[in-house]
């Protein structure tokens, strides 16, 4: 943090942002009167956030879909043979790959996709907003199928070696297998991160561009929660039927199953979030000069 706040304050120096004139300068001919008058067709702040509601409730299960990687996806990693070479990597290392394959994909996104489409779409962002966050959710989906997949043959290969009830003892899978759902979720979120956090900001009233920001990361925040209630309610029920999903002794759990339920959820979360895309009006460009 000392070492951000650092090089933060070297950059003040540097940082440009527009200035607003003030009020004694600004002059009153009718051509500022109207930047500075509401548009009597425009969405009041209440109706405008109203509007975003069933886009921002659509996206709910993506965050929850999301939340897995920080917790299921780390402990099935360290049940795996973690050996590349020589060295024994930490489970929680594969996060990284998130990050990597973000940083990776959005500069091919920005200069050879938004090119590509634009050429088909004549659309300057090569496809819309909502069209982004659309991809994104279906690249979840894809990501959610391939992680129950995997945990379906580290089932198997547990089920193959008597290591059921051995917890403790390394399951002879490489752990490369989860590295296609890792990168996966970096695609996703290429598409629909970005993509949300542009569309909030932009429909939300110029006046209250800091509640749309807050409403994207609110995505995040209640994903969990609702992550959390999910994962309480299935142990309470999957216990009370015999074993729990999410046994401490994972090869004894059902992680797959889970994973295939989440990937109901989020087919179901994205056929409602296409009906609400098509259905919303974007708010029109606001002229500001």
């Known amino acids: 943090m000392a070492l951000a706040l650092a090089v933060f304050c070297l950059g003040?120096?540097?940082?440009?942002?527009?200035?607003?004139?003030?009020?004694?300068?600004?002059?009153?001919?009718?051509?500022?009167?109207?930047?500075l008058t509401p548009s009597p067709r425009g969405d009041h702040g209440a109706t405008a956030l109203l509007k975003l509601f069933p886009i921002w409730a659509s996206c709910l299960i993506y965050a929850v879909v999301l939340s897995q990687w920080f917790t299921f996806f780390t402990k099935?990693?360290?049940?795996?043979?973690?050996?590349?070479?020589t060295l024994v990597i930490p489970a929680a290392s594969l996060q990284i790959l998130v990050n990597a394959s973000l940083m990776i994909f959005l500069p091919i996104y920005e200069r050879v996709l938004v090119p590509l489409a634009r050429k088909h779409t004549e659309n300057?962002?090569?496809?819309?907003?909502?069209?982004?966050?659309?991809?994104?959710l279906a690249i979840s989906i894809v990501m959610v199928i391939v992680a129950a997949l995997v945990e379906m043959k580290r089932l198997r290969v547990a089920t193959k070696y008597g290591l059921l009830d051995k917890p403790e003892v390394t399951i002879r899978m490489s752990v490369l297998w989860m590295v296609p759902q890792y990168l996966l979720i970096g695609l996703s979120d290429a598409f629909a991160i970005v993509g949300l956090q542009e569309f909030f900001y932009d429909q939300v009233p110029g006046n209250l561009r800091s509640l749309g920001l807050a409403l994207f990361l609110?995505?995040?925040?209640?994903?969990?929660?609702?992550?959390?209630?999910?994962v309480y309610a299935i142990d309470r029920v999957s216990t009370s039927a015999g074993e729990s999903w999410f046994s401490n002794n994972l090869n004894r759990g059902h992680l797959d199953y889970f994973y295939w339920l989440l990937a109901l959820l989020s087919a179901i979360g994205l056929a409602s979030y296409m009906?609400?895309?098509q259905v919303?009006?974007?708010?029109?460009?606001?002229?500001?000069a």
Do not use: C, W
């Not at 003030?22 to 009167?33: L, N, Q, T, V």
């Not at 099935?76 to 070479?85: E, F, H, K, M, P």
């Not at 919303?280 to 500001?288: C, G, H, P, R």
């Open 218 to 230: 609110s995505i995040a925040g209640a994903g969990n929660f609702i992550s959390s209630f999910v």
């Open 275 to 277: 009906y609400f895309a």
């Open 124 to 136: 300057p962002s090569g496809i819309t907003t909502l069209q982004r966050i659309g991809v994104g």
């Open 12 to 35: 003040t120096k540097s940082y440009r942002f527009p200035q607003l004139p003030s009020a004694k300068k600004m002059p009153h001919d009718s051509e500022h009167a109207m930047l």
């Open 76 to 85: 099935q990693a360290s049940t795996l043979d973690r050996r590349i070479g």
């Open 280 to 288: 919303y009006v974007l708010k029109k460009k606001e002229l500001i």
